[in-house]
């Protein structure tokens, strides 16, 4: 199993961070009423900003089009590694690069005991893994800031993706995405992120290549705007997480915390 540092979607907020992400940045912000002493400033302001973008179009567009997202469920991922090879080689990703790792965990807070061991030390008991990858955010920063547009959304999937022609490694998208999951490919050059193997497996009417690898049902994928679909299922069933939901970016990848009971 590969890990990176660099990328992890965790750093600077200690592991098990994943376990204690509030539920409540999962549901929509609430809209704060308008003062009636606000709206002449509120008018002036949309006089000025009159013909340009709105904050949030990226999102307005992102509802007429389909939403995937990607459900890792902790509780079932053993960390076999297996969609991480399997990512690599059906986006034929050089030796030692890859779209997504597993990152190992620790659930227990620093100074108690391991609930299977005894001891207050480090130990090799617990093996929680969570999945670090693109984020497929549908407020996008990579987007926002790439010159060229190569960091773009894909107009039928809505899917956030590369245009490798467009791409001039700038690496802005790199130094705007707030997860630290994207990087430039040795080979070609080009700046990478996991896209659900847009070019490859989807493009096939297939699932991406981790869920179709692995064996034991910890990822699902498909469209939750459609009521129909196994992932709006799932989650109107099985509460979720997000990481680092406050920075307003919308994450598409939603994660099953572990929900083992200690012994």
Do not use: W
């Amino acid at each position: 199993m590969s890990t990176l540092n660099r990328r992890t979607i965790l750093r600077g907020a200690g592991a098990g961070s994943l376990f204690v992400l509030t539920l409540a940045g999962c549901s929509p912000k609430s809209e704060t009423p308008q003062k009636s002493g606000d709206k002449s400033q509120k008018a002036a302001e949309a006089d000025k900003t009159k013909g340009q973008p709105a904050a949030g179009s990226a999102q307005k567009n992102a509802a007429s089009n389909p939403h995937y997202v990607l459900v890792f469920n902790q509780n079932k991922c053993v960390g076999c590694g297996e969609c991480v090879e399997e990512c690599s080689e059906v986006n034929k990703l050089p030796p030692g690069v890859h779209r997504m790792v597993l990152e190992r965990q620790n659930t227990r807070v620093p100074g108690t005991a391991c609930p299977y061991c005894g001891k207050i030390e480090p130990c090799d008991c617990e093996r929680v893994y969570v999945r670090v990858s693109c984020q497929q955010c549908l407020d996008a920063p990579c987007v926002r800031v790439c010159p060229t547009q190569a960091a773009h959304r894909d107009e039928v999937t809505n899917i956030v993706t590369m245009d490798p022609d467009r791409c001039v490694g700038c690496k802005y998208c790199i130094a705007a995405c707030p997860y630290n999951v994207r990087f430039i490919n040795p080979t070609t050059k080009v700046a990478e992120n996991c896209d659900f193997c847009l070019q490859t497996k989807l493009a096939n009417g297939e699932d991406p290549a981790c869920v179709s690898k692995c064996r034991y049902g910890a990822l699902a994928f498909g469209d939750v705007n459609d009521p129909n679909s196994y992932v709006s299922k799932l989650l109107n069933v099985k509460d979720t997480v997000r990481v680092k939901p406050h920075l307003g970016t919308n994450p598409s990848v939603r994660y099953i915390p572990v929900t083992k009971e200690s012994i």
